[in-house]
């Protein structure tokens, strides 16, 4: 499929920020990722890197520990490049 370059769009920007982080008691260190989208909504991505193996022991962990500081895991998720061309369209 060969793209048609005339009608494609710049969309953004997408205001970004990233932190390192620890949590006692949880290994490796973590990455947190926080998007402002355009109407203000705002996306927090929490991820590590384990080896496979290791990943869903990993999931559990972090989860137990985010719920531990009143975190709320369970609602809908949705990767922040889906949801940015999502508010981006909304635009239009």
């Keep these: 499929v060969k793209p048609d370059w005339e009608r494609l769009e710049v969309l953004g920007p997408v205001d970004a920020k990233e932190w390192k982080l620890e949590i006692p008691g949880l290994e490796p260190e973590l990455s947190a990722e926080m998007w402002t989208l355009p109407g203000g909504e705002q996306m927090l991505e929490l991820s590590t890197k384990v080896r496979q193996p290791e990943a869903d022991a990993m999931a559990a ?5 985010l719920e531990e500081r009143g975190l709320d895991t369970s609602g809908v998720q949705e990767t922040k490049t889906r949801a ?9």
């Excluded at 962990?61 to 520990?65: E, K, P």
């Excluded at 940015?84 to 635009?91: K, Q, S, Y």
């Design 61 to 65: 962990a972090l989860d137990a520990a």
């Design 84 to 92: 940015a061309l999502r508010a981006f369209a909304e635009l239009r």
